[in-house]
């Protein structure tokens, strides 16, 4: 790219505007039309620079990175004292609502101005809490400043990089806060005002860019229902983010609760604002990671389990889809999310204290493939009963719980590593006509009934959960009354009478004859459905505990790799869970104490000064 160089004594430009009309004229004739075309389609901004009556122009793309400093390396060059080497990296990002973002972030020792708000070299606090501001979301129309410049860059969003209705509101009409697809709307909340650039869709929330009313911090808004039987869930998870506070965790800000105008209960959860999209696009840009990289996001991850299981919460549902990027660059800071699947350790012993102890709480929302052996062996997913005393009871089922998370943890780290999962491409010999042949991204179906979980009123009764926050006056209880303890029993005999005999069904038919031309195939049901998936993934672990980490596959991704670290993505993936590696002694790990220094150096760099590592740039 071409460099420019902008200075208080010199112009904005050293080339001649004839040149210049020259030069634009030979680069369309070498691009091609289609080249133009791709182009065009990854322009999501530019910003116009405005300095007296010169103008010069920053497209802002997908793929590319665009440099402001002092560094004669950068792409715009500016010699100014009060402007740091590596000043500003602006890249563009797209969301899973097909929205393309530009994004600020901030590298530099002056930070910069926002429609004369000032933003990255200091942090905000909200509840206590520090915001960093060295990352924003770039909206059509603002005016961006830097320090002892005399001049200014306008933004304007390109109409292609806009998202559409039907690819974001429309997928659920009962969540959104919008009717337009407008980018200037936006709805108060008071105090936060939630703007109508969706960052995210799914089919329990929408996740909005909000800012505060006075400060104009930027923020993830989270709009939630709560169907009645569900109320549980969500405060739950409030509970749990309120009392959480730590650099890998997606911190929870604020909520407000309120009824829209049809009267549709509605919870906003206010979330710190992350702007690296999450670690499954990224290894899908980057195909996989050194290990270096993947030992500084094992260490984060690592880090932020120990902190939750030493404060009795395990999160259930760790995978790259919830691991999210702070910033998008090489060695980036993660914060694990979506703690929707989480549970205490106290929402298990309250449900011993309901005799409710014969079965643990599943929840049906979590991913299979990320399932460990102990929760995989049980039909359809439940896991098997336990008989003795109650504190024998919690201490295993509390191991268990902790467990999963750091069984997920070496998937993830494994599929990072190699962009695949450990054991999806063991060929176990099943074929089977209800065809699902990728179990790896198979997620089971959210059940719209609330009896699906054994503990909801045990949930609602625990340590007098939110009782004193507002929240509690928008929780009904529609459906509650049926969730009484022989109704619940009831409810388990039968789904286990269902589990035994999918079992003893499918055992008999491990292979499956393929239907001759023509014949009709019947449709399986849901729950046959999932339990195909989870025999299948049960035969796969059942070959891969078998295997040395020599067979693993991927020979020449691993041989890349130290013995240490492959040691420690098998003492993740061991399938005892009374064996398998706690938070606590994976935090010491070999791999982790023996390169100290350079992990120190990455923390320093990423964590505290917020920077970029540059050797991967």
Partial sequence: MTKRQWSDDVELSQISPAHLVRQQKNMKIMLTSRRRREVEEDLVGTLCMKRGDQTREIRITLNSIFWIGRDPSCDLVISNPRISHRHLRLYAVRTTTALSIAIIHDTSTNGYTVNKENYGSYKE?????????????????????????????????????????????????????????????????????????????????????????????????????????????????????????????????????????????????????????????????HVHLREDETRWIGWQLISGLKYLHEKGIAHRDVKPENILLHTSCAYPRILLGDFGSAITKSRLLSTLDDGLHHSKPYDANVTSIYLPPEYVKGSCGLVPPYEGVKEDVGKRWWREERGMDMWATGVTLYWIATWRHPYSDINTGHWCQYGNSQPAHQTATRSGSPVEDISTESCLQDEGFLSDDPIEEFGTQEGEDELDEHGLEDHLDHLKIISENLHTHISKRSKIIPPSHGSAVPQPSMALKRQLTIDLINDEIEVFKTMDISQWVEHDVWDKWSEGGKAFISSLLEPDPDIRMRASRAHDHPWFTDNADELVYIHEKVLRKEQVIRWLL
């Fill in 125 to 285: 606090r909200i509840d206590g809490k520090e915001i960093s501001t060295k990352s924003m979301i770039l909206r059509d129309g603002d005016i961006l400043e830097l320090p002892g410049i005399d001049g200014s860059f306008t933004y304007s969003h390109h109409p292609h990089a806009l998202f559409s209705v039907p690819s974001t509101q429309e997928i659920a009409k009962d969540l959104r806060v919008f009717h337009t697809s407008d980018p200037k709307s936006h709805f108060l909340v008071n105090p936060w005002i939630i703007h109508n650039y969706p960052l995210g869709s799914g089919s329990w929330g929408m996740v909005h860019l909000g800012t505060h009313i006075s400060n104009k911090i930027q923020v993830a808004i989270k709009t939630v229902n709560c169907q009645p039987g569900y109320e549980y869930k969500i405060k739950l998870e409030i509970r749990i983010l309120k009392d959480v506070d730590h650099p890998n965790i997606l911190r929870l800000l604020d909520y407000v609760a309120h009824k829209d105008d049809d009267e549709v209960q509605k919870i906003h959860l206010v979330l710190e604002l992350v702007t690296g999209g999450d670690m499954f696009s990224y290894i899908q840009k």
